[in-house]
């Protein structure tokens, strides 16, 4: 049976670490991260969390290596919901990056939470 865009979604998840908007909060305000939004640049001139960068996830597996080469740097990925974040994150685990977490509920769960935002 052919498989649904949520089914390889929820395989994806099962294979990474998420964490939720107080989560993201927290190491945000720690540094050392790199925020990865892979929306697309219209969704992100919208709004996206401080410090964040933007690359595409249809591009995501191309240019996170030339932008952030080093693989055990810390990278929180999101998206708009948290589904094509969960997928790059998966595909960016296979390449070999050993500390990523999608956000849970993407940009809208940050923004449910009250976080900041930037323009």
């Known amino acids: 049976m052919p498989k649904t865009f949520m089914d390889l979604v929820n395989e994806a998840r099962s ?5 939720d908007a107080a ?4 190491e945000l305000d720690a ?3 790199a925020v990865v939004d892979v929306r697309e640049p219209d969704e992100f001139r919208q709004g996206h969390l401080p410090g964040a960068i933007n690359i595409p996830r249809g591009v995501a597996e191309m240019g996170v290596p030339q932008v952030l080469p080093d693989r055990e740097a810390r990278i929180i990925l999101y998206c708009a919901g948290g589904n094509r974040s969960a997928l ?11 500390n990523v977490a999608s956000l849970s509920g993407g940009f809208q ?3 449910r939470a009250g976080q900041a935002v930037s323009r």
């Open 88 to 98: 790059a994150a998966d595909n960016l685990v296979q390449m070999g990056y050993g």
């Open 31 to 33: 540094g050392g991260i």
């Open 15 to 19: 294979r990474i670490k998420e964490i």
């Open 109 to 111: 769960g940050w923004v």
């Open 23 to 26: 989560q993201a909060a927290r």
